[in-house]
């Protein structure tokens, strides 16, 4: 019997099942990727490092839908907005891999290289060192909890009679549609004006 003409299992194969079963449940078993690929348990482990070796697939193939081109614009605060922009474009569309992500160290080389783009950009355009990190944690808290809320209910908050939250229920009906992307705008917006002030060496040092 001769050889099949594409490989039975490889990283690739892997990652889109291990996606597929997160995107299905919030978590993955390597058993689990083993039965849809019909395939040996061990054989999966022959071609990654373990399940961590398998998140750090996921946070590559998810991350690769971030555009690495909006590091490029200028001015700085221009190409920060537009990652941020893209970021949560890339996470949103797979919003169950941030809780599995945001618990397990950044190893993927690629990610890496992004987040070295990102940091240089930061510091070319005149931030100090110790100021880098924490406006790029900052920036992913917005983010990726943003595109977490994207898949949540539009509507959070549901008054009843039997609760008298009058305003509330005002300020829920002024709220109208689209309340993630407001939320999340506000955030960005004051986000930057909180690293304009970082650079510019005022209060928000």
Not at 19 to 32: A, C, I, K, R, W
Not at 101 to 129: H, I
Not at 177 to 183: K, L, P, V
């Amino acid at each position: 019997m001769g050889r099949p003409r594409t490989p039975l299992l490889d990283r690739e194969r892997i990652t889109e099942t291990a996606l597929h079963l997160v995107d299905e449940q919030g978590e993955f078993t390597v058993p689990q990727i083993a039965r849809r690929l019909g395939v040996q348990t061990g054989s999966v482990y022959h071609h990654v490092d373990g399940r961590d070796g398998i998140v750090e697939l996921l946070r590559e193939r998810v991350a690769a839908a971030i555009d690495p081109g909006t590091l490029d614009e200028v001015p700085w605060d221009t190409a920060l907005e537009a990652w941020a922009r893209s970021y949560r474009a890339a996470f949103a569309a797979h919003p169950r891999t941030i809780p599995m992500l945001m618990t397990s160290p950044v190893r993927a080389p690629g990610v890496l290289a992004q987040y070295e783009r990102a940091v240089s950009m930061l510091l070319d355009a005149g931030f100090a060192d110790v100021d880098v990190m924490p406006l790029i944690s900052a920036l992913e808290i917005i983010v990726l909890g943003s595109a977490i809320d994207l898949a949540a209910p539009e509507r959070l908050w549901e008054p009843t009679d039997r609760t008298a939250t009058p305003r509330l229920a005002r300020a829920l009906a002024a709220a109208g549609e689209g309340r993630a992307d407001s939320a999340f705008e506000v955030a960005l917006t004051a986000f930057l004006a909180h690293a304009r002030d970082v650079r510019a060496g005022g209060d928000g040092r």
